[in-house]
């Protein structure tokens, strides 16, 4: 049995304490848990249902459609749930004798929300959105703003990360709003961050998983937990081992969705998409999915049927993964995902798929096109909005920040928290808003008179 005393331990794992609410926490069990709360919460919320109207890889549809980043998030959930599920099973049998165990049972619910919220900070026009961003301050008009700010504070301004952002979003306390945000459980919080450190240790890949003005929440809900630091200065952590099943679930659906949209949007041809899918299987199971196949006339349904067959099998994968590598997970050994964990024939099937999106998907003429609008109009509305904050008092700049929401801090004692105001605005809209509010902005469009 694993020595619970120098590892993480899903006793404190599993808390369903309320960040900003603590003194209202009530342990006892009810007929509805706080993370089925979390979960309807989540639903509910003006953030998550503008996922809809966000880029997830393709331009929103036309005539056909394709995922969006609320689609894709209700996706991630699915499998994320039914992956945590096939866990907690098999860990509550191994823990049956604790008197902690049925905690176990309620790893499913908290990972379905934790993917509901892992993609609420990523801003309009897909990762674009993130890139343009970050470029804006690291080459663009905003490098002056440097010797303003703190090393920190331009570090996560010019690695600006969606997973950073989510945290913000859902932990800090917008004007109007009460202490916590939007007051999750502290698993919830801690299971959609996969990066957890500072922006400081960003490194060539640009990623983390808090800004310096949400390292103390963080930090709080680490020690809550037991997640153990591996600095002196509390700026890199271990994961939450629940991260590990949000991130497969995450790399399962847009890696297999974006093959199944591009067959849709004819970028992929139904025979590509077939050899790419059949080869995550042997020849007896190919031989079986091959006849089931002959059925079916509609490409799109064979291909909906492979993709259904992958999913089915990544996750029983990851969860086996997962189970085995259970002690390294908890003691923060673990080496890669568990993904890049899983059989040797999955793998290759599911690097197959990568390397044909990268080359074919992601560089595709439609997705060109967004990343390039995407830049212009987020540059654009980064100068307008930055300068209306920083200089309040022109004419121009009153008159734009009466387009502001309230909830966002424009008039911050600080130019970090005046510069985040404009950053939550922003990442905040719709690709449709930003848009509008751009051609607006540039008097190409004109309300009724």
């Known amino acids: 049995m694993i020595n619970q005393n120098n590892i993480m331990n899903w006793d404190k794992l599993i808390s369903d304490k309320r960040f900003g609410l603590e003194e209202y926490h009530n342990p006892k069990r009810q007929n509805r848990s706080d993370f089925q709360r979390d979960f309807d919460r989540m639903i ?85 959105g993130e890139k343009a961003i970050s470029t804006y301050f690291s080459e663009g008009n905003g490098q002056y703003l440097q010797k303003h700010l703190t090393p920190d504070q331009w570090t996560d301004l010019v690695n600006f990360e969606g997973n950073a952002n989510s945290f913000r979003l859902l ?48 930090k709080k809900i680490a020690n809550e937990l037991g997640i153990i630091s591996l600095s002196k200065d509390k700026s890199i952590f271990y994961r939450h081992p629940l991260v590990y099943v949000v991130e497969a679930a995450d790399d399962i659906c847009y890696q297999i969705m974006d093959i199944e949209d591009a067959h849709k949007l004819k970028i992929l041809s139904t025979h590509e998409v077939i050899e790419l899918f059949v080869s995550y299987f042997d020849d007896e199971q190919k031989e079986h999915i091959y006849k089931t196949m002959t059925r079916v006339e509609d490409p799109n349904e064979k291909i909906a049927y492979l993709r259904s067959k992958i999913i089915g099998a990544l996750v029983n994968a990851c969860a086996d993964v997962f189970v085995e590598n259970e002690a390294k997970i908890l003691e923060g050994k673990m080496q890669g995902s568990l993904i890049d964990n899983i059989s040797l024939r999955l793998n290759t099937g599911y690097k197959k798929c990568s390397d044909t999106a990268w080359n074919k998907i992601y560089h595709s003429q439609d997705v060109v096109e967004i990343e390039l609008a ?73 309300p009724a008179i």
């Open 44 to 128: 509910f919320s003006s953030p998550f249902r503008r996922l809809q109207n966000k880029t997830q890889v393709f331009p929103l549809p036309g005539s056909i459609f394709v995922h969006n980043r609320l689609t894709h998030s209700l996706e991630v959930s699915s499998v994320g749930r039914s992956m945590a599920n096939e866990i907690s099973d098999r860990l509550m049998i191994k823990y049956s004798n604790y008197d902690w165990a049925y905690k176990l049972n309620q790893i499913g619910d908290i990972v379905a929300t934790a993917c509901l919220c892992h993609d609420l900070g990523n801003p309009p026009f897909g990762h674009s």
């Open 171 to 218: 932990t800090h306390q917008f004007n109007g709003r009460r202490p916590g945000g939007f007051a999750m459980t502290y698993s919830v919080l801690a299971s959609i961050v996969k990066y957890p450190f500072n922006s400081s240790h960003a490194g060539t890949k640009g990623k983390f998983g808090f800004f310096t003005s949400e390292f103390e929440n963080y």
């Open 374 to 446: 995407g830049n212009q109009i987020i540059t654009y509305l980064l100068d307008r909005l930055l300068d209306a904050v920083i200089n309040p008092k022109k004419n121009s700049s009153q008159l734009l920040l009466y387009k502001v929401p309230l909830q966002y801090e424009t008039n911050a004692p600080t130019l970090f928290g005046k510069i985040q105001s404009v950053l939550d605005h922003i990442s905040a809209m719709t690709d449709v808003y930003a848009l509008d509010l751009f051609r607006k902005l540039n008097g190409l469009s004109l």
